[in-house]
């Protein structure tokens, strides 16, 4: 079980009394995390993989070790986690990094974040691939089966994501895995919003590539990580290559490294990956499987709560068991920047107000043109910040009457 005054005490964002309900959008930072980047800067300040002098080696040695962190958090092999900015970059260097040729398709679907979309469709654009999105039911729900007439012999991937950032549905991904290997396909899972909640087992998916932020797993902004399959890492092309990702250079020729070096050209962001390691540390500590339950009951009491309010509308599964801690809704009668407003005016709720970076889903699913407001609870969230979010709501809502 999940001791949450002493997890809150981690947290100082919280000492003011403040009630964030938008870490689907960013997570805040726990004080062993702070400190893990701190202990970098004044204790072994130095460039990773380059130096012999102790300060240097300190430094590999940390940096190295996050590494093995990252991996043991979803049960990856060290070697094939890289380090790259963030879940889009990540996704980024496989849609470069795959060589996609004319003719070869990719499956993605409705539910995905912009960065899981829109590079699709770039590359759809560039190399001639055919694109095929599979569309979900109107609660965001999709079945194995949703995808068999999308999937043939000519999908080189399908990108899916492993929970919605917006509905906070978790597609069949280990079936759609499935699915896609039998047709000689690969897959792509967007885990920025599993990784931090709940456990992933690369090895259980059997997926061929992860990708997650730190940022969104209490960890530092500006990295994230990119698993690829030890045997696939061959296939994929660097996004970038320089300095750090060399194993010989000639006049005419070079010769990359292998692993995670050869993705990871230039000096790497390490005092962030150092954090993300401490981030994945402190979420194995707390343990994900008590995460994902503290998170159920918060949004059990949060669902509940807002189908008493008059004038909302809540997106997606009413069923908690059927969704993360993820819940977008409107207010009749309010656009939902006006609610996100008057929510942190009223009693300093934060929650996030828009399309979520998901526009096909909004417009074609949901028939919320004008966005929506999420709450998002996470390990640090108690039943306070649900009831006092619920009873602000409701006031707002009296306003409407």
């Known amino acids: 079980m999940l001791d949450i005054n002493n997890v809150r005490k981690d947290f100082p964002f919280l000492r003011s009394g403040r009630i964030y309900l938008d870490s689907t959008a960013t997570s805040l930072t726990p004080e062993p995390v702070l400190r893990k980047v701190?202990?970098?800067?004044?204790?072994?300040?130095?460039?990773?993989?380059?130096?012999?002098?102790?300060?240097?080696?300190?430094?590999?040695?940390a940096y190295e070790n996050a590494r093995a962190e990252v991996a043991k958090l979803i049960n990856a092999k060290p070697n094939e986690v890289i380090f790259v900015r963030n879940a889009t970059e990540a996704i980024n260097l496989i849609a470069n990094g795959l060589k996609f040729q004319e003719g070869e398709?990719?499956?993605?679907?409705?539910?995905?974040?912009?960065?899981?979309?829109?590079?699709?469709?770039?590359l759809k654009n560039a190399k001639k691939v055919g694109l095929s999105i599979v569309k979900s039911d109107k609660e965001g729900l999709l079945s194995p089966s949703d995808f068999i007439s999308h999937i043939d012999r000519r999908t080189r991937?399908?990108?899916?994501?492993?929970?919605?950032?917006?509905?906070?549905?978790?597609?069949?991904?280990?079936?759609?895995?499935?699915?896609?290997?039998e047709e000689g396909?690969?897959?792509?899972?967007?885990?920025?919003?599993?990784?931090?909640?709940a456990k992933v087992d690369v090895k259980e998916l059997d997926c061929d590539f992860l990708a997650f932020s730190g940022h969104k797993m209490c960890g530092p902004t500006g990295v994230g990580a990119l698993y690829i399959k030890e045997d696939l890492q061959e296939l994929v092309e660097p996004l970038c290559i320089g300095?750090?990702?060399?194993?010989?250079?000639?006049?005419?020729?070079?010769?990359?490294r292998s692993g995670p070096g050869k993705y990871e050209a230039g000096t790497p962001p390490i005092a962030e990956a150092i954090g993300m390691g401490a981030a994945a540390v402190y979420l194995m500590n707390v343990g994900m499987g008590n995460i994902e339950e503290h998170e159920r009951k918060l949004t059990k009491r949060m669902l509940q709560g807002l189908a008493n309010i008059n004038g909302i509308v809540v997106y997606g599964p009413r069923d908690a068991e059927k969704r993360a801690g993820i819940v977008s809704f409107n207010l009749k009668g309010m656009n939902p920047h006006d609610v996100a407003v008057a929510l942190d005016t009223a009693s300093g709720v934060m929650v996030r107000s828009g399309h979520h970076c998901a526009l096909p889903l909004h417009k074609h699913v949901l028939n919320a043109p004008n966005g929506t407001v999420r709450a998002s609870v996470y390990l640090y969230n108690n039943n306070e910040d649900v009831d006092v979010f619920l009873e602000t709501l409701e006031e707002i809502s009296k306003t409407l009457a």
């Not at 701190?38 to 040695?61: D, S």
């Not at 991937?157 to 919605?164: E, I, Y």
């Not at 396909?185 to 909640?197: I, Y």
């Not at 300095?243 to 990359?256: A, C, K």
């Open 38 to 61: 701190l202990e970098y800067y004044h204790e072994y300040r130095a460039n990773v993989g380059r130096g012999i002098y102790n300060a240097a080696q300190a430094a590999t040695f």
């Open 105 to 122: 398709k990719i499956v993605t679907t409705i539910l995905e974040h912009h960065s899981n979309y829109i590079v699709w469709l770039r």
């Open 157 to 181: 991937l399908v990108a899916v994501t492993q929970t919605s950032n917006v509905l906070g549905v978790r597609p069949p991904v280990k079936d759609i895995v499935k699915l896609a290997h």
């Open 185 to 197: 396909s690969f897959v792509l899972v967007d885990g920025a919003q599993s990784v931090p909640h």
């Open 243 to 256: 300095g750090g990702s060399i194993e010989d250079v000639g006049i005419e020729y070079y010769r990359l």
